[in-house]
């Protein structure tokens, strides 16, 4: 029991098999490093093999485990499928799907645009993590128990609890009218899908990331970084290590009866920013 306490078994993920999906940039491979450089061993997804190709260059100067990629595309239930039936052909067990995969769009009020603006944006940030959650329960299941489940981590926003669409991280004029919605799907999919696996012993939370840098807030950043910054009240923007041991201790044996949760990481920005 004693030995249970330890920090080098309450968070020990050496030896997990981990995919992340959009892992080659940003909060993915944020996240992706984490685990790689713990000892798991971590698939990462996206539609573009050369950034992939890059990104797990970058992942293999840290890793301790095997480091691989998948090219998929999670924008359809079809593109789903193919990265599951891809995984399955080199695994024949899932320990923690990162389902990060995610897109905006930014767009004038009385004319945003219903395929790119909306449709889109649903497709990849909500019926993603259903379609890939749904077709790799029967590996998260496999061999979980209730002291080491399976794990799901949805990548939300703390936009899904935040009503500004209009703000610097958008151009002059646009608003991100789908992203918000889309985000707060996110949250109570999680809820849904931790009702529904936890008692097959998977875990499902939400981690609702402020600003960080990604491709998505490249935009906000290079613009407005200054503001930004400005209406942080640790100072800063969250960190790579922020990331990924919130993601860490999330997979760990630490978390292993938390499920349905959702974790804001923004360092308190949410009180003051319209962010």
Not at 44 to 58: C, F, M, T
Not at 222 to 234: F, H, T
């Amino acid at each position: 029991m004693a030995q249970d306490l330890d920090i080098p078994s309450l968070f020990d993920v050496k030896g997990k098999i981990v995919l992340v999906t959009g892992g080659s940039a940003g909060i993915g491979q944020m996240i992706a490093m984490g685990f790689a450089r713990n000892g798991a061993t971590v698939y990462i997804a996206a539609r573009k093999e050369a950034q992939l190709k890059e990104a797990i260059e970058d992942i293999k100067e840290v890793a301790t485990g095997k480091v691989d990629y998948i090219v998929a595309n999670v924008g359809s239930k079809a593109g789903c499928d193919g990265l599951i039936s891809e995984f399955k052909k080199r695994e024949s067990k899932l320990h923690v799907l990162v389902n990060n995969s995610g897109i905006t769009w930014g767009g004038p009020y009385r004319d945003f645009p219903e395929e790119k603006g909306w449709d889109n944006v649903f497709n990849v940030n909500v019926k993603s993590i259903f379609y890939m959650t749904a077709g790799l329960s029967d590996y998260l299941i496999k061999d979980s128990t209730s002291t080491d489940p399976g794990r799901v981590l949805n990548i939300s926003s703390t936009a899904s609890v935040m009503p500004h669409s209009e703000g610097p991280l958008s151009d002059s004029g646009n608003g991100v009218w789908s992203y918000l919605p889309s985000k707060a799907a996110v949250n109570h999919l999680t809820s849904q899908l931790a009702v529904k696996l936890a008692p097959s012993f998977v875990t499902v939370n939400a981690i609702l990331p402020g600003v960080y840098p990604s491709k998505m807030s490249a935009f906000g950043l290079r613009n407005s970084g200054d503001k930004i910054v400005a209406g942080q009240p640790m100072g800063r923007v969250g960190s790579p290590a922020d990331m990924a041991g919130l993601a860490l201790f999330l997979a760990s044996p630490a978390s292993a009866h938390i499920t349905g949760a959702h974790i804001i990481t923004d360092g308190g920005a949410r009180f003051y920013s319209k962010l």
